[in-house]
């Protein structure tokens, strides 16, 4: 037997998540391999603003919580997944994990990493990184010169997109929530930045671009995408991809319909996953590598030690804590 | 001088359109004709709930009503538009107008019509009829024995979009305002129909489709948009074309945000204005005209009689007083 350490989600949220809604708990893992299994021990675990998505029906008091984690094999019955093998595995909060038959297709190939810190492949080589790829390229389609518009914009996803754009050759404008993270986005190449917290939404939106927006990255939701879709061009398109503003709202939050502004200038929305683009990953990966190698893109991720530190990591997320993806290494 | 009578709006709606809203004046139409000018004389004029468009800055007080007329040329100095030809004219609640050559984009070719009656070049061969043809086939895209659902699907517009869908091996889910409607709409081959004043809206979508909708096609708005997203299937398609039920509103209707379905459901919304297909009417027509010679697409207008009617048959159009296309003859 192993023992796996396990945090579980011990109540629903209400409201923001806390430190007591989590719990760490034991579990026994069998080291008595059957064929085709394979024992993994996390090296990093990803924490995301989804994990909170209980109207998704993804979490249930008592689970595990839910998450990406990088991972070693430590003993193996699986000649695809030897021993000193890293994987990608969807198992949630979790340090050790029996993979059987039925949890493989929660395994991951890894990128092509080069000498790129192993981490990356849960952000700008993994999800968030084909977030913002797909995000904006699929669902937004930027064209040359054109002004792009992406909120949350130091956060795991933000910034990628805002680099995409750039090297797209689109006009970026970028806001987030703090002047240190402002000053970074400046740094990477946003055209223009905003704190959010210290402006008039509207009127900051006019002044970063007078003309108005061609596309729009969504991170946040709620009342800034109301205000948003006001400032967009005719044929805009939107890609609704978070709306973390509202992850912690007892209520849907009310307001103006959209509908207005969508009709009077042909606007798109569109909601996406990331995993309805999962058969072209290893495509988005490869360029997004190429890209970091060439210096186009520059990547940053927020480190916190210790998986005792999972809940304030996450809960973290909602209050802006990390600059650049979040992750927790063993 | 020829006197041509014009419709003018005597001052901005105020809620619901009405009578005194209008005014009809006549106006002095030159004769004296320069080269390449053409006088027209009104045979049809369509009515359509845009008009009402006060938001888009289409109207402005003392300014003629807009919209599109079937016209005849009476007198002529142009060899593309002889004496006895029938244009279609964006010209206004007008009888009789001077084309000049800054007119001349107003002045579409006709479809072609074989045995049709000309005037359903104001609607299933023209503006309404290739809403229905675009908006569906080209936001929606609807594949075979997908469910669709259409709103004001006794209207202009819906009355096409669920027979297209029809065709293209659809179920069509299509709800309207009177019984007598809705008994049309099953005579069509709508699969399940409704009268919305009967139900409770989330019932009855539910009732007519268990499983949800893959395309919605909305003429309707406001808060019937917000409950139809609740019923959507993953990767839904919602085709804005027209939010009839919140012209008249003198504030935009409030509710819950339409996001949180979005995301989880990973919709589309696309709003769209038929003129943005202007290129490809010339096709969809010719599809259209076929369909209808096929018996494979039913017609129908409600025809007022009498240039004196207009506003009555445009106040009517809130009131769900027409079925299919709504059309004013001279």
């Known amino acids: 037997m192993v023992k796996s350490k396990v945090w579980i989600l011990k109540k629903m949220f209400e409201g923001n998540a806390k430190a007591s809604d989590f719990e760490l708990e034991e579990e026994d893992v069998s080291d008595n391999l059957k064929d085709g ?22 979490l249930v008091p008592r689970n595990c919580m839910p998450g990406e984690q990088l991972s ?6 699986n000649s695809s997944h030897p021993v000193g093998n890293v994987v990608r595995a969807f198992v949630g909060w979790r340090s050790h994990t029996l993979i059987t038959n039925v949890q493989l297709q929660g395994i991951g190939q890894m ?11 849960l952000g700008i080589l993994g999800m968030t990184g084909m977030t913002a790829y797909f995000g904006l390229l699929e669902i937004c389609q930027p064209k040359e010169s054109e002004t792009v518009l992406v909120n949350g914009a130091a956060g795991a996803t933000g910034y990628i997109v805002g680099q995409i754009a750039k090297i797209k050759g689109c006009k970026v404008v970028g806001c987030a929530g703090t002047d240190a993270k402002c000053k970074w986005l400046k740094e990477l190449g946003f055209d223009e930045v905003f704190n959010y917290k210290k402006v ?3 009127e900051a939106l006019k002044a970063a671009a007078p003309d108005g927006f061609d596309c729009f990255f969504d991170n946040i939701g ?15 398109r939107v890609a609704l991809c978070g709306h973390i503003s509202t992850y912690s709202d007892q209520e849907p939050p009310k307001g103006e319909y959209p509908f207005y502004n969508m009709l ?15 058969s072209r990953w290893a495509e988005g990966e490869k360029v997004m590598a190429e890209w970091i190698k060439e210096g186009k893109i520059k990547y940053r991720e927020s480190i916190t030690k210790g998986f005792q530190n999972m809940p304030s990591a996450f809960i973290g997320l909602f209050d802006g804590a990390n600059t650049g993806k ?5």
């Open 72 to 77: 070693k094999v430590i003993a193996s019955k």
């Open 37 to 58: 299994e394979f024992l993994i021990e996390a090296l990093h675990w990803s924490v995301d603003p989804y994990m909170r998505s209980v109207d998704t029906g993804l």
């Open 111 to 121: 990128p092509e990493m080069g000498d790129l810190p192993l981490s990356l492949a």
């Open 222 to 236: 709620g009342e800034f995408t109301a205000t948003a879709l006001k400032h967009m061009k005719q044929y805009g």
């Open 326 to 330: 979040a992750i927790v290494s063993a």
């Open 200 to 202: 008039d939404l509207s």
């Open 264 to 278: 009077s200038k042909q606007l798109k929305i569109q909601a996406f996953n990331v995993m309805q683009f999962m």
